[in-house]
């Protein structure tokens, strides 16, 4: 991934994106912004007690980074689902309710999710032009948003996942994330037992992997091309937030995704 420092602004693109006119991304830090710890500095969350003013001004600030205006920008109220909605220019500057995927071919649409923890997708259909973002965490993950996410861009763009690229964002990562029964209860009605989904602590509690069981996901439906972001939020916490490993009380960051006019 390339790492993009713009007057304190960090944020990282992958080279897979990057190199691919007819987009536009940004995985954003919680580096450049106004807000206060514990919420420093570049939070765009709304309802984690961060004051709604410095919100909107980090949020403008996050536009500007990519060249969006703000009229441009569709959201959504994330509640680790696993519904998708297509979006485009009737819903721009909308919070779409209940939705934890985001799809668009306007190139006058950009798509914006926050997280802490975590695993942003990034999808990218480059014959036709048309993008969605995903937000999983583990109950999103059991409920296979990814796959929901794929199947909702064939439906919608006849999109083959054999030429989909897909981008894994920062979460939280299997060094970091010790999870109870109830998650292993979960994984083990949703995935086969011989997908590795966790390792074992030598006091006896379990990771999970996140990223692991979302690219397992994608790969059954026949998704070949990742990139993957090589940070764990939980590790990477002055570069990113974790809701883990600040016990709640943190900021979001910003994932963007819009196709763009070919230049
Ligand atoms: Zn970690």
């Known amino acids: 991934m ?5 007057q304190g602004v960090v944020y990282y693109q992958y080279d897979s994106f990057r190199n691919s006119s007819g987009l536009r991304h940004g995985v954003f830090t919680r580096l450049g912004g106004q807000s206060r710890p514990p919420f420093a500095s570049l939070n765009v969350s709304h309802t984690v007690g961060d004051d709604n ?3 909107d001004a980090n949020q403008e600030t996050v536009f500007r980074a990519l060249g969006v205006s703000p009229g441009q920008v569709v959201t959504a109220h994330q509640v680790h689902g696993c519904r998708a909605a297509i979006v ?3 819903e721009a500057g909308q919070v779409i309710p209940e939705t934890d995927a985001l799809l668009t071919n306007d190139p006058e649409t950009m798509l914006m999710l926050r997280f802490a923890d975590c695993l942003p997708i990034l999808f990218y259909d480059p014959r036709h032009r048309a993008v969605a973002l995903a937000h999983a965490g583990w109950r999103g993950t059991m409920q296979n948003v990814a796959a929901a996410t794929v199947r909702a861009m064939q439906a919608a763009y006849h999109t083959d996942p054999a030429e989909l690229r897909v981008g894994l964002g ?3 990562q299997v060094c970091c994330y010790q999870v109870g029964e109830e998650v292993r209860a979960a994984a083990q009605r949703a995935f086969p037992a011989s997908v590795p989904l966790f390792a074992r602590q030598p006091d006896g509690s379990y990771h999970f992997d996140l990223a692991l069981a979302n690219t397992w996901q994608l790969q059954q439906m026949g998704v070949r091309c990742f990139e993957t972001a090589p940070f764990c939020t939980s590790c990477c916490v002055d570069e990113f937030y974790s809701h883990r490993r ?5 900021g979001r960051f910003a994932v963007l995704l819009g196709p763009d006019r070919m230049s």
């Open 2 to 6: 390339l790492r993009n420092s713009q």
């Open 53 to 55: 003013a410095v919100v």
């Open 88 to 90: 485009g220019r009737r």
């Open 170 to 172: 920062p979460c939280i």
């Open 246 to 250: 600040e016990r709640g009380r943190t």
